[in-house]
């Protein structure tokens, strides 16, 4: 069983008389290291496509508005999961989203949403919900598996793993407990108030699960199939996460 998420939402053309586009640029992914100053490789590690970013102005208030393009719905939520920690708000406009002090994050099917106001104004984060819709797409449709079993709010905490850079910004024990076991795919759920955390680990065709098993053996099997492996553990590591006020 699987939770779905939908969000309907007007076209952006019925309001683009209220947005003036101060500045655009599109960056492939390859194009990426000419934007920003490290952190591209994250973005690859999880398939990014393509990426717009527009200086605007909405209702007297400046934002920049990125918008990342990735491979899939699960792409798109996992680039988010591991840029969001520290939520003053997390998953209230029916759709997965997080906000910080200078910052409005959400993800809209296969797109990362990033809304930065530099002011940090109460007026520019009461309009950042209004812009963040302006640039989302028809409906949010992501897929969490019900072995997780996890409530709403997701924001902050619940992240998707695609390779050993998320791997290892989500948990450093968690990373070298997985070094050298091929995956295809991770949720990882830290437990809300302790050290302990649950990993849905997806194995790719052909991958011989016994042998996953006998290297995960420390670890509290909770569920295997023929392509996964659910296990509990605990984080050995006082790992503090100092997210800043962006909120990543």
Known sequence: MKYFLFLLILPVTLFAQDVEIKRERIFTASGLYGFMNGGTDQFLEYDVKELIVRDIVYKGEDYTVEIYEMASHEDAFGIYSIHTFKCERADTLNCIDCLSPYQLQAVSENKY???????????????????????????????IPGLLDEKMPVSGRLKYLRGPLSVSKASFSFANMMDGINYTGIWF????????????????????????????????????????????????ENKEEDSGSFGF
């Open 189 to 236: 759920a830290p437990e809300r108030l302790s050290k302990d955390y649950r990993a849905l680990i997806y194995l790719p065709n052909g991958i011989d699960i016994n042998a996953v098993k006998e290297k995960l053996s420390s670890t509290k099997i909770l569920a295997v199939g023929d392509h996964y492996i659910y296990i509990s553990a605990t984080e050995e």
């Open 113 to 143: 949403i990033s809304v930065v106001f530099p002011s940090g104004s109460q007026s520019a984060r009461d309009k950042a919900d209004e812009v963040v819709r302006k640039y989302a797409s028809m409906k949010v449709d992501i897929a």
